[in-house]
């Protein structure tokens, strides 16, 4: 699981350091996650994206959209 985190190094190119080190903090946390996805099973890292789109799904719910407010987003782009 991602949300327990150990420190470890690796070997980049200097200018990958350096992007990553002016990142912004969400930058950095994306940049981990996805490193992280990267190296996992097939199996884990199909489990870690349900678990992503899980609370993704709860926040948005927690936000106020609904099953009809995303059929009516979902539809509008149907109209491009």
């Known amino acids: 699981m991602i949300d327990t985190?150990?420190?470890?190094?690796i070997n980049v190119?200097?200018?990958v350091a350096r992007a990553f080190r002016k990142a912004?903090?969400?930058?950095?946390r994306r940049a981990e996650t996805a490193m992280a996805v990267a190296?996992?099973?097939r199996e884990?890292?199909?489990?870690?994206l349900e678990r992503i789109m899980?609370?993704?799904s709860d926040t948005a719910q927690q936000r106020?959209?609904?099953?009809e407010k995303l059929e009516e987003l979902l539809a509008d782009d149907d109209d491009d």
């Open 5 to 9: 985190m150990q420190t470890e190094t």
């Open 13 to 15: 190119r200097p200018e």
């Open 24 to 28: 912004s903090q969400e930058q950095r």
């Open 39 to 41: 190296l996992m099973s």
């Open 44 to 48: 884990e890292a199909v489990r870690e």
């Open 54 to 56: 899980d609370r993704m």
């Open 64 to 67: 106020g959209l609904t099953p």
